[in-house]
């Protein structure tokens, strides 16, 4: 259960933090690890997603504390168990749809990885929506279990198992292999097309032929990949849209996706013409800002200017105004975030449900369903939700005050250590 007056953890993570965002960068292990609390750093290595890529450079590096060997081994054994594991629930999943449909495209993962420690939780497949139903019933004839409805808070309890109801809007379908525990999500396309985001994604899943059409089987692990400049315009929808600075998810794992695509050297022309050809410019260029704010120039010069050029006055400045929520690692800046999301459905066209929602600002002031409820403590679709948006005013102003105290506190003190004594 999360307290009930939660703050930014940046504040007292501030070493490990930048420490966690060195180290996915190539930095060295020591002397930072030193001053790293262990708890500490192992909560936000896992939040993050990089645990496994941190256990790797502690193992190869000599005169590493023992605490932190121990602690290494067993992460990346457990790491390797999970591995091996998904590896195999991913053969034993393509194997089944390959019997009676097109095998899948791997997305995320090891289409990501390049062979290097990556975290990762669950399967994602691209799989034909003509191929959906018949899917379904094989998955569930041979003991998978359909967990979406526990999962996806948008589903209504009516549309519950309801495919016909739920292919109108929603792109994934999430399965449990009771054999394994692996969760296994079917997409038919990226992401949904309606409740879930502002943006109008229509589009998007129009176009999922051509992501099929330009996918090819990789020679290593014998997989179906999208090809290397559709992940990495995948990778920019992820970041823009869900693991987002808006929603307050940014993660470090963003950064070693990012540093491996482009050191694979994806054809920039082709990247740049895929990009406006799905109508993805503006997030193939937040993307690019964002990480290379922490990585630095990596992306060919001409490229992005000739990508800034494209966008536009309205989503050059949405751009800048996207990367300026992350303040740092872990730490978000709630006004321009507010902006952002008053901003974004007009300047990205988007639904005329998200634009009207815009007009009344209010709904982008209040916190999302989702979050009130594990602020809270209560399960999730609570009906007690209601009453939770009547507590916010207080909660907000209890806030207000424990910041102000601090900051009092904090000013009296620093006071004190410069040694002026305080007035009366």
């Known amino acids: 259960m999360k307290t009930f007056f ?44 990089v645990s496994g890529l941190l256990a790797a450079a502690i193992l190869r590096t000599p005169a590493v504390p023992q605490p932190w060997i121990v ?41 990501l990885s390049f062979g290097t420690p990556r975290d990762e939780g669950d399967i994602d497949l691209l799989i034909r929506e003509k191929d959906l139903l018949p899917i379904i019933e094989l998955l569930e004839s041979k003991g998978y279990t359909y967990v979406g409805y526990e999962r996806n808070l948008h589903i209504r309890k009516r549309e519950n198992r309801r495919w016909d109801k739920l292919k109108k809007w929603s792109n994934q379908f999430e399965f449990k292999d009771t054999e394994s525990g692996t969760l296994i999500e079917l997409h038919t396309a990226f992401f949904e097309t309606a409740r879930v985001y502002d943006e109008n994604l229509s589009r998007l899943k129009k176009s999922v032929p051509d992501f099929w059409a330009a996918s090819s089987i990789d020679a290593e692990t014998g997989n179906r990949y999208l090809c290397i400049e559709d992940r990495f315009l995948l990778l920019a929808l992820h970041v823009v849209l869900k693991r987002s600075p808006v929603n307050k998810s940014f993660i470090l794992r963003h950064l070693t996706d990012y540093t491996n695509l482009v050191s694979h050297t994806p054809d920039w022309k082709r990247l740049a013409a895929r990009a406006r ?17 922490y990585t630095g120039a990596l992306v060919p010069a001409e490229f992005q200017t000739t990508l800034n050029r494209r966008l536009g006055r309205g989503k050059r400045w949405l ?19 507010f902006l952002y999301r008053l901003s974004a459905p007009f300047i990205l066209k988007g639904s005329l449900k998200a634009r009207l ?39 907000f102003t209890v806030r207000v005050f424990l910041r102000l105290r601090r900051m009092l506190i904090d000013s009296v003190r620093t006071r004190y250590d410069r040694g002026v004594k305080p007035m009366g």
């Open 357 to 395: 929602k815009t007009l009344f600002i209010v709904p982008h002031a209040l916190p999302r369903a989702y979050q009130l409820t594990a602020d809270y403590g209560l399960p999730d679709r609570s009906r007690m939700i209601v009453f939770l948006y009547l507590l916010e005013p207080m909660r």
């Open 71 to 111: 602690w290494a081994m067993m992460a990346d054994m457990a790491r390797e168990r999970d591995r091996q594991q998904i590896e195999k629930s991913l053969k034993k999943a393509i194997n089944l749809i390959g019997a009676i449909a097109e095998p899948p495209i791997v997305l995320k993962g090891a289409s």
């Open 277 to 293: 050809h799905f109508g993805l410019e503006f997030h193939l260029a937040a993307l690019i800002a964002l990480c290379e704010r």
């Open 6 to 49: 939660s703050s930014n953890c940046a504040i007292d993570a501030e070493s490990e933090l930048l420490f966690l965002s060195r180290l996915v960068l190539g930095g060295a292990v020591l002397p930072g690890l030193a001053g790293c609390r262990k708890e500490l750093l192992e909560r936000l290595a896992i939040r993050h997603k």
């Open 319 to 337: 751009k800048g105004l996207f990367c300026r929520i992350l303040i740092d690692i872990d730490s978000y800046d709630r006004w321009h975030s």
